[in-house]
């Protein structure tokens, strides 16, 4: 089993930055992907980032790609999402996933979630 808590949610003004936090808690996660998820009030969960926790390998969706840069720090067992020239459009529910068995930028495949974190971005 693994838990996961996010943090780091808020409001920031379009053009700022905004650093998430995953915890990640349990036993036998590090051969895991881990990722992060959003959604918007109507729409479905998409893929915002994941990475390897044994390697680092990292993988963004397009509409991030440059701007948000996922991390983890081993010894604090935490992945971060820096979050840098947000948009409107960035502003969604945000969630922390972990998955067992291989790199997937699809939710369903993910196992483990938290909670979510709310991140409005103001024009």
């Known amino acids: 089993q693994v838990q996961l808590v996010e943090s780091g949610g808020g409001l920031v003004q379009a053009g700022g930055s905004m650093r998430l936090s995953c915890a990640a808690s349990?036993?036998?996660?590090?051969?895991?992907?881990m990722g992060w998820f959003r959604q918007a009030p109507g729409k479905e969960r998409e893929f915002v980032a994941a990475?390897?926790?044994?390697?680092?390998?990292?993988y963004y969706a397009d509409s991030v790609k440059g701007r948000f840069t996922i991390s983890r720090v081993n010894v604090k067992n935490t992945v971060f999402l820096q979050m840098n020239s947000l948009k409107p459009e960035d502003t969604a529910l945000y969630y922390c996933?972990?998955?067992?068995?291989?790199?997937?930028?699809?939710?369903?495949?993910?196992?483990?979630w938290g909670q979510g974190t709310q991140v409005t971005v103001s024009s």
């Open positions: 996933a972990a998955r067992n068995y291989g790199y997937s930028d699809y939710y369903r495949d993910y196992e483990y």
């Open positions: 349990g036993r036998g996660f590090s051969n895991y992907y």
């Open positions: 990475i390897r926790w044994s390697s680092a390998n990292t």
